[in-house]
């Protein structure tokens, strides 16, 4: 891969609002998708998280709708798959290092795993939208994941209908220090 490809799929990678419904996700790219999720690194290899993926067009409706409230994510009822991520206990490494540190890793974890989740959708021609505005018992009770669990984010995924937007981001010298503050 060249330097620039990364770049440029980084780049790409937006939060999708509209999809094909009739479009389904070919499985071979879920799985490639879900395998960049699952080799996502994580403090003391601890994986803390697990992917609830819903295929079942029926169900990808109702979990859609249980996103959706207050006029926030309607457009979740469109998209082909869902992939549910559910925090799981971390390793006892990680979490004396969390309490030494004062840090919550799976949650960082989690965050690096998604990052890889959405951007092979991105590589997969695939658009995608991290949500975490949902009725989380629906879920859970639509699903079956046990009420001690936590659901923290549904990753929708589908062949967006709309254009790539024009990415704004604060300027560089904004966000970006070297040596000091």
Known sequence: MESTDFLRLVTARQSDRAYDKSRPVEPEKLERILEAGRLAPSA???QPWKFVVVTDPELAVRVGKATAGLGMNK????APVH???IEESANITSMLGG???DKHFPLIDIGIATAHLTLAAESEGLGSCILGWFDEKEIKRLLGIPASKRLLLDIIIGYPTKEKRKKIRKPAEKVITYNRY
Do not use: P, T
Request: glycine fraction near 0%; charged fraction near 30%.
């Open 44 to 46: 003391c290899n601890a």
């Open 75 to 78: 457009f979740a009822k469109d």
């Open 83 to 85: 992939i549910l991520v």
């Open 99 to 101: 309490k030494v540190k």
